[in-house]
């Protein structure tokens, strides 16, 4: 079993930055790719960007050039750096994890609870 923490988010001016950080924790799990999504009301949930333990990096067009994925500092974290944000970026903001187990090998889908980023002037 794997939980997901995740942090950061708030309400930000538009044309501000926030960064969001998401900690796995767990035993008996290998990460294979790790990332976020968000869910604006009335929307899909969208992938916004994801990282794999290869290091290669996905992300969304519409945050292209504006956020950052990258490892955290610790094992199994990951942060989110999100800059230029804009009004239509409002969202909750998801961590995911595509976790192995050590066991089963079978892989399996991890969500956190989401935190509120609200752009707003």
């Known amino acids: 079993q794997v939980q997901l923490v995740e942090s950061g988010g708030g309400l930000v001016q538009p044309g501000g930055s926030l960064r969001l950080s998401c900690a796995a924790s767990?035993?008996?799990?290998?990460?294979?790719?790790m990332g976020w999504y968000r869910q604006a009301p009335g929307k899909q949930r969208e992938q916004v960007a994801i990282?794999?333990?290869?290091?290669?990096?996905n992300y969304a067009d519409s945050v292209k050039g504006r956020f950052t994925i990258d490892r955290g500092n610790a094992k199994n974290t990951v942060d989110l750096q999100l800059n230029s944000l804009k009004p239509e970026d409002t969202a909750v903001y998801l961590c995911?994890?595509?976790?192995?187990?050590?066991?089963?090998?079978?892989?399996?889908?991890?969500w956190g609870q989401g935190t509120q980023v609200t752009v707003s002037s």
């Open positions: 995911y994890a595509d976790a192995r187990s050590q066991y089963t090998f079978l892989h399996r889908t991890y």
């Open positions: 767990g035993s008996g799990f290998s990460i294979d790719a």
């Open positions: 990282i794999t333990t290869g290091g290669t990096i």
